[in-house]
T-cell receptor
């Protein structure tokens, strides 16, 4: 079952621009994670933000979490062509499951 | 070693075949997972194992049979699959539930 929605579904930008993706979810969570997937490959973990955190940074990535709105955003600054991929948020509640959102397909034009 | 290894990378099988997907991790993770992913869709959870015991079965049809022979290995046995079962099958592991998932590169399965 899918936890939430991401928007936009697809995003096309020029190299050097910033890319922002949003994720909404439905139930209470312990943490929210972002993953990246290159076409037809396995997913790679990018960043994890816990429910008591509001913002987290990792290199060119910035993640925010608003638990009152049940939403998160991922900002990639100074995008590169190599950032072209699908990006998924995933939520972990109190059980065994990590559930993925619908994903945003990012295309960065060189 | 922070890798999850999946074999085979590609598999084509007929609807009467029996095949198995294999997954291995040597990170000492307690949790291992099978996800199914259709093209342009998010991964969907199938099974979760904790300390080699099946903890979650997301109402997966019995033609998919998981097995965890030991803490490092996870198999998915396939029998009498349907064409709609064609998908990318992903194995993952994590130190604990809800923590960072480490994914294998997946098995692209085609059922003819």
């Amino acid at each position: 079952s899918q936890q939430g929605e991401e928007d936009p579904q697809a995003l096309s930008i020029q190299e050097g621009e910033n890319a922002t993706m949003n994720c909404s979810y439905k139930t209470s969570i312990n943490n929210l994670q972002w993953y990246r997937q290159n076409s037809g490959r396995g997913l790679v973990h990018l960043i994890l933000i816990r429910s008591n955190e509001r913002e987290k940074h990792s290199g060119r990535l910035r993640v925010t979490l608003d638990t009152s709105k049940k939403s998160s955003s991922l900002l990639i600054t100074a995008s590169r062509a190599a950032d072209t991929a699908s990006y998924f948020c995933a939520t972990a509640g109190g059980g065994f499951k990590t559930i993925f959102g619908a994903g945003t397909r990012l295309f960065v034009k060189a | 070693d922070t890798e999850v290894t999946q074999t085979p990378k590609h598999l084509v099988m007929g609807m009467t075949n029996k095949k198995s997907l294999k997954c291995e991790q040597h990170m000492g993770h307690r949790a291992m997972y099978w996800y199914k992913q259709k093209a342009k869709k998010p991964p969907e959870l199938m099974f979760v194992y904790s300390y080699e015991k099946l903890s979650i079965n997301e109402s997966v049809p019995s033609r998919f049979s998981p097995e965890c022979p030991n803490s490092s290995l996870l198999n998915l046995h396939l029998h009498a699959l349907q064409p709609e079962d064609s998908a990318l099958y992903l194995c993952a592991s994590s130190q604990d539930f809800g923590e960072k998932l480490f994914f294998g590169s997946g098995t692209q399965l085609s059922v003819l």
